[in-house]
């Protein structure tokens, strides 16, 4: 066993995802802690050519896992090879790929599983991380019990590192170990079906502005979307906007849509159900916009504008337009 | 075709919860219900039965004895039977071990699909169905809106970054849901009557051929300290002032904390 910090290394269309910048970051960050190095778990299309970069981040090597366009899932079989007995932990996403390989390492090396965490730390050679449970209620500090085997497989939601930027490293990149196939490796991409409309990743945007019932129809997503402009950040939604028709689904947020951590989260028409606020009560800074003025979203908000957002969203775009210009910015 | 639906009672949405003594969820005094994200997973199974597609479905549930309470209720929205796993040394099971446990369960079923919800609402791990998979070597189908069965491959419908792509694997799988699948259907007073006599068998670890020692105690994780969340200062709220100024007001705040 050695005190590396493993990391799931997400790449498509020839380009590494963000969380595989932060996971890198991150990784680099308790690899410093433990005495180990950071290494990357790469797969998807562009691994190949892009896990030596991944050595700007922190990573000190890079692993390739596969270079295909296919479910994250078939790569579980170089996954396991790559990760037993390797290391201390192994970062994971806490998106529905990452959870796929993170729970196909679990059930192969019969592992002790963590998160999804918002934060981690190396306390006397083990991993120990700190966990929102009971909707947000609870703050656990958990690590793995005596004996229990490594690496810990850990789910880290998305922005809970920030990316390490300008660094000039370079990852040593090496193929997997053979793994050989699994049942995991069967599953088959047999149909795909592109949107008409691009959709931005929600779990990278850091600066969210969503919508919900009160937007009132698609149309009403239009002014939400020039402010997200104008604060350089991505349109999300609820699931009764979604469940609408009016945003695709790709753009909700909650407990079954994306998980999201932006430094600023604007709610404009969002009640604030429970289910919805699983999906973003970690973000730093939360706006509310509501005429309701006992909306539950006004008791967890740290600011609560209580009025029309069909006047406050376009006068606040206005206003952050006007700023930005006579700033320079 | 069989599926089992794994069902897990969790306490109600909203209730009041804590932690014992010893770190591990109060159950006592708390309204448990099924899982809201398992129901969906139920109704996909109860649509593919009412299609003639599955021939039975049988329900999977591991906790305390009055999780059968989860299965009966499970029960009177459809299906033909269901079994618990309940035994004293699961108390305190992570996520490892209830795959664990899962997994020798679905051997002794072998259904043709696992179905499970995916996530449940206490814990958002969402590992415990790829780790059955990966126990069983069976492949995973995992976050569909639909799940279609036909000549021996199982398919769901599952959203890409840009779309959706159906996803196909040869039976049998685990395969788990989302609350895209159509809304849970409730149980009539007519299925609430008929569960009543519906099976309902209980393991404990002895029947499956599992120890305490085989699920390290019964996790391999432990939690150390829990904690109420930092206090948030309390909200600013900004009313009854002309739209204007409010967006004047916002906009001083998100430069006060540098957001623009």
Redesign the interface.
């Known amino acids: 066993m050695s005190n590396d910090i493993l990391f799931l290394a997400e790449f498509s269309a020839g380009k590494p995802a963000r969380s595989a910048i932060e996971l890198a970051t991150g990784a680099a960050d308790l690899a410093a802690q433990s005495g180990g190095s950071a290494v990357a778990l790469a797969y998807g299309s562009g691994a190949a050519s892009g896990g030596a970069a991944l050595g700007a981040h922190g990573a000190a090597r890079a692993v390739v896992l596969g270079d295909e366009d296919r479910p994250a899932i078939t790569y579980a079989p170089a996954a396991v090879a790559a990760a037993r007995d390797a290391g201390l932990a192994v970062l994971a996403p806490a998106t529905p790929n990452g959870r796929d390989l993170a729970a196909a390492l679990v059930g192969s090396l019969d592992l002790p599983a963590f998160g999804p965490v918002r934060a981690a730390r190396v306390v006397d050679g083990v991993l120990e991380s700190e966990q929102a449970t009971l909707q947000g209620s609870v703050i656990t500090t958990a690590r793995p019990a005596d004996g229990a085997p490594t690496p810990s497989v850990v789910l880290v939601l998305a922005n809970t590192f920030t990316p390490a930027e300008g660094g000039s490293g370079t990852a040593e990149v090496a193929q997997a170990p053979d793994a050989g196939e699994s049942a995991l490796s069967r599953a088959t991409v047999a149909e795909s079906h592109e949107a008409d409309a691009k959709v931005v990743n929600l779990e990278e945007a850091t600066v969210i502005v969503a919508g919900g019932r009160g937007v009132g129809g698609e149309e009403g997503f239009a002014p939400l979307r020039e402010l997200a402009e104008a604060l350089g950040g991505a349109v999300g939604a609820s699931r009764a906007a979604a469940d609408a028709g009016w945003i695709p689904y790709q753009l909700q947020i909650g407990q079954t849509g994306k998980v999201v951590k932006p430094s600023l989260y604007v709610g404009a028409g969002i009640s604030g159900a429970i289910q919805h606020r699983v999906g973003m009560q970690t973000a730093e800074h939360v706006i509310a916009i509501n005429r309701d003025p006992d909306a539950p979203i006004g008791e967890f908000a740290d600011l609560f504008v209580v009025g029309d957002l069909f006047e406050i969203v376009p006068a606040l775009t206005e206003e952050i337009r006007r700023r930005k210009a006579t700033s320079g910015g | 075709m069989k599926i089992v639906v794994c069902i897990k009672q969790v ?1 109600a ?2 209730a009041d ?3 014992t003594a010893d ?1 591990r ?1 109060d159950r006592t005094g708390v309204e448990a219900i099924i899982n809201p ?1 398992d129901e969906y997973a139920i109704e996909q199974a109860l649509r593919l039965a009412d299609a003639g597609t599955a021939d039975s479905v049988t329900y999977l549930c591991m906790g305390p004895d009055q999780a059968s309470e989860a299965l009966r209720r499970a029960l009177a929205m459809g299906g033909d039977d269901a079994v618990l796993i309940t035994d004293a040394a699961l108390a305190g099971a ?3 071990t209830t ?2 446990v899962l ?1 020798a369960a679905l051997d002794k079923l072998a259904p043709d699909v696992a179905l499970m919800g ?2 449940s ?15 069983r ?7 569909g ?1 639909e799940l279609a069965l036909a000549d021996g491959e199982a ?1 769901v419908r ?13 039976l049998p799988v685990v395969a788990t849901v ?3 699948v159509g809304e849970p259907r409730y149980a009539s007073l007519k299925g609430i009557m008929a569960a009543k006599r519906k099976p309902l068998e209980t393991w404990s670890l002895g029947d499956l051929e599992l120890s305490a020692d085989d699920l ?2 019964a ?11 930092e206090e ?2 309390p ?7 002309p ?2 100024e ?3 007001k ?2 001083d ?3 006060q ?1 540098k ?2």
Do not use: C
């Open positions: 306490p949405t909203g919860k804590r932690y770190l969820l994200l992570d996520e490892w795959a664990k997994a995916m996530a609402d206490d814990a958002r791990g969402s590992l415990v169905p790829g780790a059955v998979a990966a126990m070597d069976v492949p995973l189908l995992s976050y809106s398919r599952r959203l890409s970054a840009t779309g959706f792509d159906w996803i196909a694997a040869p989302t609350d895209q390290h105690g996790a391999l994780t432990t939690v150390t300290d829990t904690r109420a969340p948030k200062p909200t600013e709220r900004i009313e009854n002032v739209a204007p409010a967006a004047a916002i906009a705040w998100l430069e904390r957001l623009i």
